[in-house]
């Protein structure tokens, strides 16, 4: 894994929501801001080692919390989310469901 790859994906999103996305084919990630659609998918492949076939991306505006004494408005930076689609057959190992939610 280069360097420049680690700057691309920040983290994989693991929320009910994007659990429910993962059974259908579609995988979310926090990755970097300035990142395109074609970096994206690329790293994305390589770090999985899987065939990348759409990539979706929004970006997602900071919260507003008040903070401090006088409750002041603070707003949280800007992210970029990616919803990634994989070649038919392929999964990726982190959005596993396992526990729990098995049993029932």
Same mark, same amino acid.
């Given at each position: 894994?280069?360097?420049?790859?680690?700057?691309?994906?920040?983290r994989p999103i693991i929320s009910e929501k994007s659990l429910s996305l993962a059974s259908r084919g579609w995988y979310t990630f926090a990755v970097a801001l300035?990142?395109?659609? @074609?970096?994206?998918? %690329?790293? #994305?492949?390589?770090?999985?080692?899987?065939?990348?076939?759409?990539?979706?991306?929004?970006?997602?505006?900071?919260?507003?919390?008040?903070? @401090?004494?006088?409750? %002041?408005? #603070?707003?949280?930076?800007?992210w970029k989310k990616a919803l990634v689609r994989l070649k038919a057959g392929q999964k990726i190992d982190a959005f596993e469901v396992t526990g729990e939610a098995e049993k029932k």
């Open positions: 894994m280069t360097p420049f790859m680690k700057q691309i994906i920040n300035a990142s395109n659609k @074609g970096a994206i998918a %690329q790293s #994305v492949g390589n770090l999985y080692k899987v065939t990348v076939t759409e990539v979706r991306t929004i970006v997602m505006h900071g919260k507003e919390q008040r903070h @401090g004494k006088r409750s %002041q408005k #603070v707003r949280g930076s800007d």
